[in-house]
């Protein structure tokens, strides 16, 4: 057989052995999903903070992990957590989101803190399918100080839902991920990639500048301001530039509801503004590779949660 038909055949076999699936991310509110979803793709594509529902769509990560036998790719998706305090449009949307996110994957980490079990991790659970593939991913273990009563935990949980396997971690230590990441392979099935291998997320530029806008006002209000608050993106223009090679002029809005809101997220002499601006700047030129223009702009739009409509017309499904 002449050397290139060699290879050439090689190759046809790297590619027939290849591996490719859906992973949905699914758990209540703050238990860690958008941290685990960044370590898992290997950098940040979903916002993170305190604030409960800091995810609000459904965010494709995309990670290749290539070798010579073909290699896997996987196909994660965060979720929001599943809200059953509040019943506003907005949550509604959010949770339609959830449940929707879970039909047709191949495999659901279902996430919650090691030890922990609550009414909300129940909500949750009794959306799975019978017969759903899922991997129980108990997160936070680092916080757990007595191991020895994980086991009996773990007993209990294997009672409430048949999970293929329980994955104890923590999503900061890189070891765990890189073992979770060897576990989901082995569930996803054999295919073609969907993606090119240095794609990282099915999600626009646009779309991730609002987040980041976001995630700063969240991180930069803490508890003051209530999670009903959302960012609009008015204007999203690149440009060529000598200096800088690419350069992108972004123009916000953070929507509130109340007067006393927008003072709260504008701060005394705008300092608090100017500060959620120049973060969220800051980390969109790392994130993009280029010079970032961004200016933000504060509206009330009273009820806006609670307005279907409204809620549409600001992306949320």
Partial sequence: MPAEAGSDAKSAEAADARRCGLIAIVGRPNVGKSTLLNALVGQKISITSRKAQTTRHRITGIRTLADGQGGTQFVFVDTPGFQTRHGTALNKSLNKTVV??????????????????????????????????????????????????????????????????????????????????????????????????????????????????????????????????????????????RAHGRMVRIAATIVVERDGHKAMVIGEKGERLKRIGTEARQELEKLMDCKVFLELWVKVRSGWADDEARVRSFGYE
Wanted: glycine share 4%; aromatic share 10%.
């Fill in 100 to 241: 929707g996110a879970i039909d047709g994957v191949d495999l659901v980490l279902f996430v919650v803190e090691a030890g922990n079990f609550t009414l909300g991790d129940a909500k949750v659970l009794s959306l799975l399918k019978a017969g759903s593939l899922a991997l129980l991913v108990a997160n936070k273990l680092d916080t757990v100080h007595r191991r020895t009563e994980i086991a009996p935990w773990l007993r209990d949980m294997q009672e409430r839902y048949p999970f293929a396997e329980f994955v104890p971690m923590s999503a900061k230590n890189p070891r765990d991920v890189a073992r979770l990441l060897q576990i989901c392979a082995r569930y996803l099935p054999e295919q073609p990639w969907w993606y090119s291998e240095d794609e990282l997320t099915d999600r626009s530029e646009k779309f991730l500048a609002s987040e980041v806008v976001r995630e700063k006002l969240f991180r930069l209000t803490g508890d003051e301001l209530p999670y009903t608050s959302t960012v609009v993106i008015d204007k999203f223009d690149e440009e060529k530039s």
